[in-house]
């Protein structure tokens, strides 16, 4: 029975960060009432002409530059056309055969070391309206999408990944990239950033590649990684079984963590794409591409490693806190603002990513400010609340948003009164005398309780240092 390996491939669509649409003077914004930011050009109405976004267009330079691409002087658009009821006029203006960027990379980190992961183009399209299928078994339309500048990245064929975990690296330092530079929020769970994986499985050492299939539409990293490694089994399962896997384009299942059809997959030439009679070829002139590349900001890897030097990081903290723009300049304030770097770096790592995971919200959306989190490390710095209370503080300001300070007045002060901390260990020792003997005898793990019990008892307001001073007295004392 031989082993069998994935191929993997990857489309990223990324709505781009823009005042207006690609096409149109509409404003460019998410959600809002349906159907009030279009107007004829975004439904493609006799008569209406495209007018092009430059600012779109500098997006995608800047995004192929930073994916070390060529930037091609003479790109074009042209119109792919195919029928479905959220593009009324039956075809995208995308482009084709001359992307703005071409034959790029990007650096990931693998368990295997480092990998390059080939690009193939960077080209901008128009993004689609929206269907809604409304709880009466009908089906709406919402054109406030239509027309929003959308950039595609399209991974190197034959494909250079093969793990769900390559996959999940690419999408991790691509989003980190396009968030970099200020082209797109990033912001998967509203659409900006959608993700198609395709993969076709083979024998391992094999030259050849099997029959790929496609994933539409995936708006997390999870899902990216769960339908991968499903995808993976199921094909490994067809061929093993004697069957043939179809060429296909797959739906995603999230709940019951499955792969579905949807349809055959189409080939380009059912897109019978032709040039866009209606706009200019681009003609982009190397001072044009030499401005964006002299404005480029710092990357995502140049930002890692000055953390690393700068701040003394780990790398894996590193790495996590340049994940987005966002959450970078999150950290720098933070850190700067504090003077304490590290302990900055591991609340946001610990905590905050914890709360705002489990909340669903952005960091760009937190209640809690760098300043919030520089003022709370302050107060612990001064010994005015304990890590045990600036636990519950910080919970509370991501609930709330009110700052340390004024939650740690009401809390009221860490206590560090000697006689109050003896009496609550009295109280624990009375409790536990046989693990008070324990720990006299010499069994230094039971300290650790005795102190989770002071804690316990001062509601988290002792001070740990003079617990752990008035334990040690009372142990010699024993």
């Known amino acids: 029975m031989p082993e069998y390996e994935a191929a993997i491939g990857m489309e990223v669509h990324a709505e781009l960060l823009t005042g207006s649409k690609m096409f149109c003077g509409c404003r460019n914004a998410f959600g809002g009432e349906p159907n009030t930011r279009c107007c004829p050009v975004c439904t493609g109405m006799p008569g209406s002409l495209p007018v092009m976004n430059r600012r779109a267009v500098e997006h995608v330079i800047r995004a192929a530059l930073a994916l070390n691409c060529r930037v091609s002087p003479d790109a074009r658009f042209d119109r792919k056309n195919y029928f479905y009821p959220d593009l009324p006029k039956g075809f995208q203006i995308s482009q084709y055969e001359r992307p703005i960027g071409i034959e790029g990379w990007l650096g990931i980190d693998t368990e295997a070391g480092p990998k390059r992961v080939r690009i193939r183009r960077v080209h901008l399209e128009e993004d689609t309206g929206k269907l809604l299928h409304l709880a009466t078994g009908e089906s709406a339309v919402d054109f406030n999408r239509s027309g929003v500048p959308l950039m595609e990245i399209v991974t190197e064929f034959p494909p250079d990944m093969r793990t769900a975990e390559e996959a999940r690296a690419y999408l991790t330092k691509l989003r980190a990239v396009l968030t970099y530079i200020g082209v797109s929020d990033g912001k998967m769970e509203e659409g900006s950033l959608r993700c198609e994986p395709n993969l076709s499985v083979r024998p391992v050492g094999s030259a050849g590649l099997g029959t790929k299939t496609e994933i539409k539409n995936l708006n997390s990293f999870r899902a990216v990684y769960r339908g991968i490694e499903y995808e993976t089994a199921r094909q490994i399962g067809v061929l093993r079984s004697g069957g043939a896997v179809a060429q296909e384009t797959r739906g995603w299942d999230d709940a019951r963590g499955q792969t579905f059809t949807q349809r055959s997959k189409e080939v380009e030439q059912e897109y019978r794409y032709f ?17 964006i590349r002299r404005a480029m900001p710092e990357l995502p890897d140049a930002a890692r490693a000055r953390f690393v030097e700068q701040y003394e990081l780990p790398p894996h903290a590193a790495d996590a806190l340049t994940q987005t723009r966002a959450t970078a300049d999150f950290f720098e304030e933070a850190a700067l603002t504090s003077g304490d770097p590290r302990a900055a770096a591991n609340w946001m790592i610990g905590d905050l990513a914890r709360l705002l995971n489990a909340s ?26 304990s890590g045990k209370m600036a636990k519950g503080i910080f919970e509370e300001m991501f609930a709330t948003g009110v700052s340390a300070r004024a939650l740690a007045d009401r809390a009221g002060p860490q206590v560090s009164d000697t006689a109050a901390i003896a009496a609550w260990l009295e109280e624990a020792i009375a409790a536990e005398p046989r693990v008070w003997q324990e720990l006299c005898g010499g069994d230094t793990r039971k300290q650790g309780y005795f102190v989770g019990q002071v804690m316990k008892a001062s ?13 040690r007295a009372r142990m010699e004392g024993a």
């Open 360 to 385: 669903g919200t952005e960091i760009t959306d937190s209640r809690v400010s760098p300043r919030h989190l520089a003022d709370m490390l302050a107060l612990m710095a001064e010994g005015v609340i």
């Open 459 to 471: 509601r988290g307001k002792a001070n740990p240092a003079e617990v752990n001073r008035v334990l």
């Open 275 to 291: 040039p866009e009679p209606d706009l200019v070829p681009l003609q982009i002139d190397e001072e044009w591409v030499d401005r």
